[in-house]
């Protein structure tokens, strides 16, 4: 499967926790891009990496929010202090280089208690 | 800011009948409108990006169509298989995030045998 691969698929912590998810993007995209989405809603964009830089942020990510891609291939996002209304589904989507499509993984499901 | 709504919220259809889905945009300067469809739980799958006003593009039972404010999507003679929710999104010309996409909050489609 070449796709765009996230793990965990579901993570359940409770509020105050750390929580780290990472995605690995198809292979050669050098772009990558992180969206939340909560339900009934579209995704809204986080964060976007191209190469192992990280040129544009949300002002939806809070100073709580961290994302790195070292070396340009997956990507990590970190949450601290995890709060209830962080509770969402985090996609991420790689993007190839000439091309305008963006292709979704599977998302993490995280649930705040 | 880039704005998208899309309409209906949700739709019921009978296997066999045809329906079209709208998602109205304003944006600073169209490089890209794009549908994605949804299926619970999982993360958007591509279908159609389409670049200027008149396009058409089809796939099975789905046509794409755009104008310079809206875009549809027909979905003819629909199966219970088609049942997601669609997802429509614009790229601004722009060169900001990446080319970021925002999205509208999607129309859920469940069609009755």
């Known amino acids: 499967d070449t796709g765009v691969s996230q793990d965990p698929r579901h993570k359940i912590t409770k509020r105050g926790q750390n929580v780290t998810f990472r995605c690995d993007p198809i292979s050669e995209h050098n772009r990558l891009y992180w969206y939340r989405q909560t339900l009934g809603q579209g995704p809204e964009f986080l964060t976007y990496f191209q190469n192992e830089a990280q040129l544009e942020k949300s002002r939806l990510l809070s100073d709580r929010f961290s994302a790195e891609r070292p070396k340009g291939s997956f990507s990590t996002l970190e949450i601290q202090r995890t709060e209830q209304g962080d509770s969402a589904m985090y996609l991420c989507?790689?993007?190839?280089?000439?091309?305008?499509?963006?292709?979704f993984g599977p998302g993490t499901r995280l649930t705040v208690t | 800011e880039d704005q998208v709504t899309q309409s209906p919220e949700a739709l019921r259809l009978q296997e066999g009948e045809s329906s079209s889905l709208n998602c109205s945009y304003t944006v600073s300067g169209l490089r890209g409108l794009f549908w994605y469809r949804q299926d619970p739980g999982k993360g958007p799958e591509f279908l159609f990006t389409?670049?200027?006003a008149g396009e058409e593009k089809e796939k099975e039972r789905l046509k794409a169509t755009l104008t310079k404010k809206e875009s549809f999507l027909h979905i003819t003679a629909p199966k219970p298989e088609d049942s997601a929710t669609y997802l429509c999104?614009?790229?601004?010309?722009?060169?900001?995030?990446?080319?970021?996409?925002?999205f509208g909050g999607g129309t859920r489609v469940l069609v009755k045998p």
């Open positions: 999104a614009v790229q601004a010309m722009i060169k900001a995030a990446g080319n970021k996409l925002t």
């Open positions: 989507a790689s993007r190839g280089q000439g091309e305008d499509e963006q292709y």
């Open positions: 389409l670049y200027s």
